[in-house]
């Protein structure tokens, strides 16, 4: 049998869960401009929109970068739940989230 757990104060553990609440929002929030900087940087060289190639560049580059960013913020995410949890002594499983192939009905692959 496991030892047990002091009983923490309330006050303590909302403070501290609290304060991983608002890393994870400062991470993810640097995470999205992060995304948001290679799509910029992919529509810069997007020169002609009338080039199927230059627009397939800058549509590969875009879901590549949408793709990346939403496995970091799933994976991060997933971090910060299991610490959560803890923290509230919780013995999470393996948590998992699913990303969808098509978020909002839009493939992201071919």
Do not use: C
Request: proline fraction near 7%; avoid cysteine.
């Amino acid at each position: 049998m496991p030892p047990r757990r002091r009983r923490r104060d309330p006050d303590e553990l909302a403070a501290e869960v609290l304060a991983m609440v608002n890393a994870q929002a400062v991470a993810r929030d640097q995470i999205t401009t992060s995304v948001l900087q290679q799509i910029a940087g992919a529509m810069a060289e997007l020169v002609d929109w009338y080039d199927p190639k230059q627009v397939d560049a800058f549509v590969q580059a875009a879901s590549q970068a949408v793709a990346d960013g939403r496995q970091v913020v799933s994976d991060q995410t997933e971090a910060y739940l299991v610490a959560q949890l803890d923290a509230l002594g919780v013995a999470p499983g393996r948590f998992t989230p699913h990303l969808a192939d098509e978020p909002r009905g839009i493939p992201v692959t071919e």
